[in-house]
């Protein structure tokens, strides 16, 4: 079954982890999609990947922290596939440092990323959902927006900041029918979490989830899927933990 048949869907970091297997499993439900990551290499191999199974991909070169570079790649995939339906706001950083240690540029590129990259992609493209009358934008957070991160305050922040940010967008955009959420995945198995701690941290992160492992990438695309979906039609502003039951509230 295509639940996104023919819907054009953004990916943003996408050329690897999480937004990687996003837009493979969007186009798996028949999503074309545009594959934005800061690393062209990467945008240009997943591009080939989503077209070797029989979907259609664009590669956008993009860094979202920059207000230019997000305005061309949407506008580059207006001219490619004349509509837009679906953004997903995935990509991030987690680089670490002590508040004490923090210079203010670590932050500033760490919300820039996070938490205005999420800003300027959404109102990239709410000029063109306003118009139509519908489109999807859904945002990943991070279980650390609840629980805090040691030596990581600025990605806590700027994780925390993309739900109120959700919420506020989905107030504004709820007349015209537009629907804003966001996942919140638990530790899930890319080059992020390793960058910080070792394999050997993992593990034993992993046998205090009480679904017994950590999460995989694939883990997030039917809850992607879901919200992208028509059958998500009449939920807006929630926030979906995909965590295996790491945190319960
Ligand atoms: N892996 C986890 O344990 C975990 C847990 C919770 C939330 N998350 C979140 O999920 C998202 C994806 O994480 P991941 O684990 O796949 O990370 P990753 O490091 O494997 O991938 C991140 C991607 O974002 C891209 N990127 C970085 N800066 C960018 C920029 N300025 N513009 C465009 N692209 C940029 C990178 O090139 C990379 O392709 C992130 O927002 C992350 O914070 C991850």
């Known amino acids: ?7 054009i869907a953004i ?15 969007l186009a798996r439900e028949g999503a074309k999609v545009v594959v934005a990551d800061i690393n062209e290499e990467n ?7 989503v077209e070797a199974s029989g979907g259609t991909a664009f590669a956008a070169s993009t860094d979202v922290s920059n207000e230019d570079s997000v305005q061309t790649m949407v506008d580059e995939s207006l001219r490619e596939f004349g509509k837009l339906d679906i953004l997903i706001n995935n990509a991030g950083i987690f680089p670490v440092s002590s508040v ?12 820039g990323t ?18 139509q009358g519908s489109g999807r934008i859904i945002s990943i957070t991070s279980g650390r927006a609840f629980q805090g991160a040691k030596n990581a305050a600025h990605y806590a ?13 989905a107030l504004e955009l709820a007349p015209r029918q537009i ?71």
Not at 118 to 130: E, H, I, M, N
């Open 157 to 169: 922040s700027s994780k925390a900041g993309i739900i109120g940010f959700s919420k506020s967008l």
């Open 179 to 249: 629907t804003v959420n966001v996942i919140c995945p638990g530790i899930t198995d890319t080059a992020q979490p390793r960058g910080h701690q070792s394999e050997e941290q993992i593990y034993s992160q992993a046998q205090k989830i009480p679904l017994g492992r950590i999460g995989q990438p694939e883990d997030l695309v039917g809850t992607a899927v879901f919200l992208a979906s028509d059958a998500a039609d009449f939920i807006t502003g929630q926030t979906v933990i995909v965590n295996g039951g790491s945190i319960m509230w």
């Open 100 to 111: 004490e240690e923090m210079k203010e540029e670590d932050w500033d590129r760490v919300i």
């Open 114 to 131: 996070n938490l205005i990259g999420a800003f300027l992609c959404s109102r990239a493209v709410s000029g063109t959902f306003l118009q």
């Open 11 to 25: 990916v943003t970091g996408a050329g690897q982890g999480i937004g990687r297997t996003l837009a493979l499993g």
């Open 43 to 49: 945008a240009a191999s997943v591009k080939s990947r």
């Open 1 to 7: 079954m295509e639940r996104l048949k023919n819907r």
